[in-house]
């Protein structure tokens, strides 16, 4: 049976492959929300238009993701087998995926951005300032989603620098074109949002293109070869597909989900509107790192699976699931302390500063919960189970969250904070149902040889344990 993987292991391999892996996911998402950031002195207005057009971009997200998450699945399993053709042809398929979604999402909204902007509100002012700078970021689409694919391959090969060092490139670009354009500064013309969303395009093109140069330029004993990126068969696409498409539908009805919700928040008050998105940038750092750390665990659980070690990657799981959100509930705290600092950078007025507060201190306990049950529901991806996260994800969603944030802010009419506190209402129920399945191990599934070799004897081991678990109580 494989080694247990010890506290001192488990923090070594967070500092050598989830911290860089963090960082890097900070840098990123930090990028997205800039805009919001540098937009604050234009008033309200701005900012929620630009928080609007972020939650656009957040569905944008949720369409492509399934297929990233899925290829990591398969990067991470088949790099622990150092099977290079498996890499390979997971990358070619991703690519035709994920491709047809970012310039399916770029053409709409380059030609119909206001289509998009009127699902989300119906205040007229705020339509009209995000038009421009959604048809702007609509060329930025389909780079963000090739640079998202290359990111997540060097990720799950453990080539964790070139990703960070991107991303830091990438944000500085976006920060000095917002500073000259958004205010106008050097001779330019004052373009407000417009200029926000010329600094994420051109941050994009710098992003795309460094990434690709290291990812060509740097050593790896497993490839890009073209003679087998698109060299894909049947039987791979299919068991792809089985895999890929649970992810994918956990994506899109999440993203779904989201929008309904944002549909509620974005018929508030205008102060209410401001306060989530500034909200949202605050959230989305937490996220941000999080996430990072959520992804390195479904590297190492995939590679420890795909070569076999399978008990070494139930045991990195399960201390995953206690040290992330251990660091999400210091990371809010801080937000918490801070806030007053921290909303004074979007421009908010006072009723906008005292949601924004209360919304901090709701998200300190939900927040922890939440990114518990988001690494868990990763933690099985990784090992090969995309179906059980989804379907306990997505029916607490639409059986309790989506309704009930619903019925509180469009029929019952409650008080904003109130509207706000539903939406994690499902959390702690999902996180009841998601613990057990964690601890049985029967979401390890690997889909390689090695991996598969593996799995009787861990099963095996698991019964004993569980067996003798009983004999004890």
């Known amino acids: 049976m494989d080694q247990k993987v010890t506290l001192k292991m488990f923090l070594k391999m967070m500092l050598t492959i989830a911290l860089p892996i963090a960082m890097q996911n ?26 609007i057009c972020s939650q656009i971009s957040s569905l944008f997200f949720s369409c492509y993701w399934g297929f990233a998450g899925g290829s990591i699945l398969f990067f991470a399993q088949y790099w622990g087998a150092r099977d290079e053709k498996g890499i390979n042809r997971t990358f070619g398929l991703t690519f035709i ?9 770029g053409l709409l909204s380059i030609f119909h951005p206001s289509f998009l902007l009127s699902i989300y509100t119906d205040k007229v002012s705020l339509i009209e300032i995000g038009t421009p700078y959604m048809r702007i970021v609509g060329f930025a689409y389909p780079l963000q989603v090739f640079a998202v694919l290359v990111s997540v391959l060097m990720r799950s090969t453990e080539r964790v620098k070139a990703p960070l060092i991107c991303s830091a490139v990438a944000l500085g670009v976006n920060c000095s074109v917002n500073w000259v354009l958004i205010y106008g500064r050097f001779g330019f013309p004052e373009m407000g949002a417009a200029g926000a969303a010329v600094g994420t395009l051109l941050s994009a093109i710098v992003n795309l293109l460094l990434l690709v140069i290291f990812l060509l330029r740097s050593g790896c004993e497993v ?8 060299a894909i068969r049947k039987s791979f696409t299919g068991e792809y597909l089985k895999k890929v498409l649970p992810i994918l539908g956990n994506e899109l009805l999440y993203g779904v989900g989201q929008m309904i919700i944002n549909v509620v928040i974005g018929h508030q008050d205008e102060a209410a509107i401001a306060a989530m998105a500034a909200f949202r940038v605050c959230e989305g750092f ?10 390195a665990n479904s590297v190492v659980v995939g590679r420890e699976v795909g070569a076999g070690r399978l008990y070494r990657g139930y045991s990195f799981a399960k201390r995953s699931a206690v040290f992330c959100p251990m660091i999400t509930f210091t990371i809010v705290l801080i937000c918490v302390i801070l806030n007053h600092p921290l909303f004074t950078l979007f421009g908010l007025g006072s009723q906008a500063m005292t949601y924004g507060t209360f919304m901090l201190l709701i998200y300190l306990f939900f927040g922890a919960v939440r990114t518990c049950d988001y690494i868990i529901n990763d933690t099985f991806r990784a090992g090969g189970e995309p179906v059980v996260g989804t379907v306990i994800e997505i029916s607490c969603l639409y059986a309790i969250t989506v309704p009930m944030t619903w019925l509180a802010g469009m029929v019952w009419h409650l008080p904003f904070l109130a509207v706000f506190a539903f939406v994690y209402t499902d959390e702690l129920i999902r996180l009841f149902i998601l613990i057990p399945y964690l601890r049985g191990g029967k979401w390890v599934k690997p889909v390689t040889e090695a991996g598969r070799s593996a799995l009787p004897e861990f099963r095996e081991s698991r019964k004993f344990r569980r067996r003798s678990g009983r004999a004890k109580e």
């Open 26 to 51: 900070l840098l990123t998402n930090t990028a997205s929300m800039v805009d919001t950031i540098m937009i604050g002195n234009q008033g309200e207005l701005a900012v929620a238009a630009v928080g």
């Open 97 to 105: 995926c994920m491709a047809i979604v970012g310039f399916g999402f």
């Open 223 to 230: 490839r890009l070869r073209l003679s087998q990126i698109f």
């Open 286 to 295: 937490v996220y941000a790192f999080f996430g990072g750390l959520s992804n």
